[in-house]
């Protein structure tokens, strides 16, 4: 059975470089995000972009506690995930511009970042198509025989779909040391979870797995999050045990940049009533002063350095060339594209 | 050389890779304890161990998945499907996943993956089981396509499919398996991927045809030569993405004729892309227009002279050569 965890008010017996470095990636993720907004708005980022903002206690908590040779995996809405495992923040915005300097060389755009030197595994957009895919990435893990774990980030809506049963069955089957971290922020699109998931609390689900673990937890609260995650890696790396974690969350703007903040599916009380009051960088910041952890200098630095980040990255991006024609044709296959002659030629 | 079966050739190209080099995993359902369905894993379970020889749950969408994710980080994974038609669950692992993994990373994921099993109809199985989906798989970059139609071309093209750092889509004959000819033993056998083969030598005209119809087009050309005196060549591309369409082209320029069997369904086909070849590159040598032989236009019916009408049958591809050779 799921096991349901609402207080954290320790810092986990973490020293303050790292309960700091915490918060600096949440603010981080959030000052990117909200450039990047930006950039779409400006015309510079096209196609579909889905911002994290709202949610990024999840990444921040799940990701921190990870070994550099450990695996991430998640869905489309991947840029905070890809900064907080380590990808170069101007890797993230060239790809977002469409330009060679992105992390695909402009093949992959938002929703298809990759880093291979950081063992972030993508970015995936089709929903539930990556999970499978992390299960793997746990087969060869168990193959290797080795203790790396495979960290796997899906949203609320994947739990609805055959390709989450068949993949939770075979790593509680095959015993692989998969985290699942179902990232609940309420609203599959605009399809509210109840209204799709017969099921109070999805990580419920887990109890159909025979050795898997399942939470529920607060999702806005980084050090709940960080706390579950550990537990949840320890099983795996030591017992080679899959868990399943619903972090509940929200996300405080629209699924895409297509989508307004509220409207249709969701009031904008209950927007403005989650950002004034459940908002994870708020909330993290309190119990740290609280605790005397930081100081307002600490935070006027953080905005300082984090800015300078977020700048540097828009004037990558903007300096990159866009990719050469002939990079259409390349990166398909391992050899030199072998049925050239079949292209059209007047391209 | 050894005359050993279509499924036998098989079995031996998926153990010598398997010895030769660890990484090499097999995974579907059946092909452990049961041995494989239509028995190719036979031996392998217990040579290798659970963790190289997996039995899958039925869920292949699931593991075609696992096979994605275990090439991403490294092993080369040997995906058996117990029919072509069941992959139809696991076609979003194949082509969304497998297929744009590298074009999507900007060249940074490579993926040693080999998604194998039979393919095209077997006796009496009906629609949802008889499937020459061909054509779907060889329309999507980022795939390699294979369909051998002998024994020999099935391990020696099996084992390059296995050491190559693309996705491939092996399609086996489902009526082959027990067909038999000479296969080398030698484990250093491979045959290239991307290479046809004229597996008739002839001058009259051109039939390019692959999988089990290689079979019937033999026959065929055995008959013409027999009664009506036309020399007929018989190509097999072999591989379908990329094909080696050279060997074809050439052929044309010979002939001037040519007739383009296979037995998946006529629309949007294998031998509609070939058409589209020989028409941009040999127009000037055609002195008839191109031929086609196909399935029926039609799903696959169970009565047995239904599915026997359902084949392109020798008796088509005999009254097809005529026709281009005007001698009907």
Not at chain 2, 33 to 61: C, H, N, T
Not at chain 2, 97 to 123: D, E, L, V
Not at chain 2, 278 to 302: C, K, M, S
Request: glycine share 8%; aromatic share 8%.
């Amino acid at each position: 059975m799921a096991t349901k965890i609402t207080q954290s008010d320790k810092l986990l017996g973490l020293d303050r470089a790292a309960l700091v470095e915490m918060l600096r990636w949440m603010i981080l993720g959030r000052r990117f995000e909200e450039r990047a907004g930006e950039m779409y708005q400006l015309g510079e980022v096209g196609g579909f972009c889905h911002l994290y903002i709202g949610q990024e206690a999840v990444a921040v908590g799940a990701l921190t506690p990870l070994r550099s040779d450990d695996y991430v995996i998640t869905a489309y809405r991947d840029h905070v995930h890809g900064l907080v495992r380590g990808m170069d923040p101007g890797a993230i915005m060239a790809e977002l511009f469409g330009r060679i300097d992105g992390s695909s060389k402009g093949k992959g755009g938002s929703m298809h970042l990759f880093d291979s030197s950081v063992n972030f595994l993508g970015g995936h957009a089709i929903v539930g198509g990556h999970l499978p895919i992390a299960v793997g990435i746990g087969y060869a893990i168990r193959y290797r025989d080795t203790d790396q774990v495979c960290v796997c980030f899906l949203g609320d809506s994947v739990a609805n779909i055959g390709a989450f049963n068949e993949a939770l069955n075979m790593a509680a089957l095959f015993q692989l040391p998969v985290v699942f971290i179902i990232e609940n922020n309420q609203y599959g699109m605009g399809t509210a979870v109840h209204r799709a998931a017969a099921i109070e609390n999805l990580a419920d689900r887990a109890c159909a797995y025979s050795g898997m673990q399942g939470w529920t937890i607060e999702g806005m609260e980084v050090l709940e999050v960080r706390r579950t995650v550990e537990l949840a890696v320890e099983r795996a790396r030591s017992h080679k045990l899959p868990s399943l974690i619903e972090a509940k969350t929200y996300r405080f703007v629209g699924h895409s940049m297509s989508d307004p903040n509220y409207g249709h599916y969701r009031t904008k009380e209950e927007v403005h009533q989650f950002k004034a009051h459940d908002d994870p960088i708020k909330g993290y910041i309190e119990i740290l002063r609280a605790h005397g952890t930081i100081k307002e200098s600490d935070l006027s630095d953080i905005e300082a350095e984090v800015k300078k980040i977020v700048d540097d990255s828009v004037e990558f991006a903007k300096q990159s060339p866009v990719p050469q024609p002939d990079d259409l044709y390349n990166d398909i296959y391992s050899e030199e594209y072998p049925d050239a002659r079949r292209r059209d030629p007047w391209r | 050389m050894a005359v050993i079966t279509y499924r036998d050739a098989l079995n031996q190209a998926l153990r010598e890779e398997m010895r030769r080099d660890p990484d090499i995993f097999l995974m579907g359902e059946e092909v452990g304890a049961y041995q494989g369905a239509y028995k190719v894993s036979r031996g392998l379970l217990e040579e290798f161990g659970e963790w190289r020889v997996r039995d899958m749950p039925i869920a292949e969408l699931g593991f075609t998945g696992l096979g994605v994710g275990a090439a991403m980080v490294g092993l080369r994974p040997i995906v058996e499907y117990m029919t072509w038609s069941f992959a139809l669950l696991a076609i979003d692992g194949i082509v969304n996943s497998a297929a744009k993994m590298r074009y999507m990373s900007g060249g940074q994921f490579k993926m040693p993956i080999t998604f194998r099993g039979p393919s095209g109809a077997a006796n009496q199985l009906a629609a949802t089981h008889s499937q020459a989906l061909d054509s779907w798989y060889a329309h999507v970059p980022g795939l390699k396509v294979v369909a051998p139609a002998t024994a020999r071309d099935a391990k020696g093209l099996l084992k390059s499919a296995i050491r190559d750092d693309d996705p491939v889509v092996f399609l086996e004959g489902e009526l082959l398996y027990g067909s038999k000819d000479d296969v080398p033993e030698a484990e250093d056998f491979t045959l290239p991927l991307g290479v046809s083969e004229i597996k008739r030598p002839g001058r009259d005209v051109t039939v390019v045809v692959h999988s089990r119809p290689l079979h019937s087009a033999l026959a065929a050309a055995e008959t013409l030569e027999r009664e009506d005196g036309i020399s007929v060549e018989v190509i097999d591309p072999r591989t379908l993405r990329p094909m080696d369409i050279d060997t074809v082209l050439e052929s044309v320029r010979r002939t001037n004729r040519c007739v383009i069997v296979e037995e998946g369904w006529p629309v949007c086909g294998i031998g509609s892309q070939i058409v589209d070849d020989i028409q941009r590159e040999a127009f000037d040598y055609l002195d008839a227009p191109i031929a086609r032989v196909t399935g029926a236009d039609a799903p696959h019916p169970y009565a047995t002279n239904l599915e026997q009408l359902h084949f392109p049958q020798a008796d088509l591809i005999v009254k097809a050569i005529r026709q281009v050779c005007y001698r009907d």
